[in-house]
């Protein structure tokens, strides 16, 4: 199901009230302290303005936030519908959904299986979660065997591998790190 109600909107600045408020301040505090004035952060907050990207900065800094994330909360929000992947790779089944920032898989084997291919991934955390079944991971300096319940999350750039102790269903979660300077 879609809403397409107003496509036209790709912005939504009333999240400016909701940052001003938390942190207790007037619109006039955060004219103050941006150089904006109040008219136009009232129009903002109530989405009946486009700002520009020297506000968007300005504004940013007044809640202690690099301009990107202001933008990227001020994004309207509008879900991501998206189909599963399958595919197998030494012994594993895998049903995969992919977004920008993360990949979200299931993956079931039988014992004995055995996956190594650190190479697939991007600079991401990795988070593994048995649901069923038992699981060894092998990282550089350490090893870890995981059962039913039991979750394990690193740094997915290292070289790492999944030996399947008793059949079992995983849920593999990577996660991509921010980059932040």
């Known amino acids: ?20 408020k938390r942190q ?6 955060v004219s103050a302290k941006s150089g904006i004035s109040p008219a136009v952060i009232s129009k903002l907050e109530r989405n009946q303005s486009n700002a520009e990207l020297e506000t968007i900065f ?9 301009t990107a994330d202001l933008i990227t909360l001020s ?3 509008a879900a991501h519908h998206k189909s599963e992947s399958n595919y197998s790779h030494d012994g594993f089944s895998f049903r995969r959904v992919s977004y920008g920032n993360m990949r979200c898989i299931f993956a079931s084997a039988r014992a004995g299986s055995r996956l190594s291919t650190p190479e697939i991934h991007r600079d991401d955390y990795e ?4 649901l069923d079944g038992r699981v060894a991971i092998q990282l550089p300096n350490e090893s ?25 269903k995983l849920i593999i979660v990577h996660q991509t790190k ?4």
């Open 127 to 130: 988070l593994c979660w048995v």
């Open 58 to 66: 300005r504004l940013s800094r007044v809640f202690g936030m690099n």
């Open 144 to 168: 870890h065997e995981l059962s039913k319940g039991d979750a394990l999350q690193f740094d997915a750039i290292q070289l790492h591998s999944y030996e399947v102790i008793e059949d079992c």
């Open 24 to 29: 207790g301040l007037t619109i006039s505090h």
């Open 1 to 20: 199901m879609t809403d397409k109600s107003d496509e036209s909107q790709m912005f939504d600045f009333g999240v400016l009230r909701e940052l001003r």
């Open 178 to 181: 921010q980059k932040r300077f």
């Open 75 to 77: 994004e309207s929000r």
